[in-house]
């Protein structure tokens, strides 16, 4: 089993910055894609970022492209999301997936974290 495990939510006003990682229990975690999807209340699972296993590769949803970046560290077994000029349509619970077979931008990955709430207030 795959474990997953974001942090850095929390509460910023509009404008502001916020890191968010995701810690991966896995020794091959390089050999994964890893992903940030996010979810407000009331709505579908979305698409924020995607990176590549090797980090070579990432795609933002263009509703965050300028203002997020995905990045990984390997060596930690960690995946970033660096969310910067946040706005209060961001405020979501914020989610990071692996998968295996590759990078997507639905929700079809093999394992997801638990979650980090990141609310943007106005």
């Known amino acids: 089993q795959v474990q997953l495990a974001e942090s850095g939510g929390g509460l910023v006003q509009a404008g502001g910055s916020l890191r968010l990682s995701c810690a991966a229990s896995?020794?091959?975690?390089?050999?994964?894609?890893m992903g940030w999807f996010r979810q407000a209340p009331g709505k579908e699972r979305e698409f924020v970022a995607v990176?590549?296993?090797?980090?070579?590769?990432?795609y933002h949803a263009n509703s965050v492209k300028g203002r997020f970046t995905i990045s990984r560290d390997n060596a930690k077994n960690t995946v970033y999301l660096q969310m910067n000029s946040l706005k209060p349509e961001d405020t979501a619970v914020y989610y990071c997936?692996?998968?295996?077979?590759?990078?997507?931008?639905?929700?079809?990955?093999?394992?997801w974290g638990q979650g980090t709430q990141v609310t943007v207030s106005s």
């Open positions: 997936a692996a998968r295996l077979t590759g990078i997507s931008t639905t929700a079809t990955y093999d394992y």
């Open positions: 896995v020794r091959t975690f390089s050999n994964y894609a």
């Open positions: 990176i590549t296993s090797s980090g070579g590769t990432t």
